[in-house]
């Protein structure tokens, strides 16, 4: 295995997030855990103990950046900087635009594109001083647009567009990664409100991925440090 990484997460608490946490501090890295539901978060603790990983977390929201500074510096002072971050946290809803409440779109805004950008300003002088990685959840939704979910994949085209403005402003100070899951077997699409589209897509996603699935892809990354850079990997459930 390659040397200990300390890793910050955000949305650690359930699905995706969770399943990274867990899988990185059982890999041996160490890894701090952001998210707004305590109880999960110590759930995930409690699921990790006796890993060789160490595994911390803070309770909070990536919509406030008082929650996500202090928590970034409470992950510098646990395990003296930041060698990965993996700004996870995101959500989504299904609808027709000329249905959808206008707070379900400010809401994906708020934490799918703002909530990113706000991890990413106050990890960044410690990723630059670490010279480490940064590892972005994307979608198939940043590169094909789905029907009613337009505002959904305009927040994952941002991430894309992040990640390669990293690439590219950063070449000899950062490994960039950004991970593009299809369907994945999460609550994901319970949020959604219209119950006839959560009804009609509920068994695309309860028959997709495994959150696991896509935390070892996200593991890879991490470990092909040295031997190359996974820039963008889009991950598909197997449906033959």
């Known amino acids: 295995m390659t040397r200990p990484y300390s890793i910050f997460i955000t ?9 990274i946490a867990e899988t990185l501090c059982l890999a041996g890295h160490n890894v701090y855990a952001f998210a707004r539901r305590k109880d999960e978060l110590q759930a995930l603790k409690d699921n990790a103990a006796g890993s060789s990983g160490k595994l911390y977390y803070s309770v909070g929201s990536v919509t406030n950046k008082e929650d996500l500074k202090k928590a970034i510096e409470n992950c510098v002072d646990e395990f003296g900087g930041i060698d990965i971050l993996i700004p996870n946290a995101g959500i989504g809803y299904f609808n027709p635009l000329e249905m959808a409440p206008l707070d379900e779109w400010e809401a994906m805004i708020d934490v799918n594109v703002t909530g990113v950008l706000k991890t990413l300003h106050f990890a ?7 010279k480490g990685q940064i590892i972005n959840i994307g979608s198939v939704a940043a590169r094909h647009v789905f029907p009613n979910s337009g505002v959904y994949c305009a927040t994952k085209h941002a991430v894309l567009a992040l990640s390669e403005s990293l690439r590219i402003e950063y070449t000899d100070k950062l490994a960039i990664t950004t991970i593009n899951p299809g369907a994945v077997d999460t609550p994901f699409i319970e949020r959604t409100q219209n119950e006839k ?3 009609d897509y509920k068994p695309n996603f309860d028959s997709g991925m495994k959150p696991e699935f896509i935390a070892k892809a996200v593991l890879q990354a991490i470990e092909a440090n040295g031997k190359g850079i996974y820039s963008e990997v889009t991950l598909r459930p197997d449906r033959r």
């Open 124 to 130: 960044l002088p410690h990723l630059l001083e670490s």
């Open 11 to 19: 949305g650690a608490s359930s699905g995706i997030g969770a399943s």
């Open 197 to 199: 589209l959560r009804n």
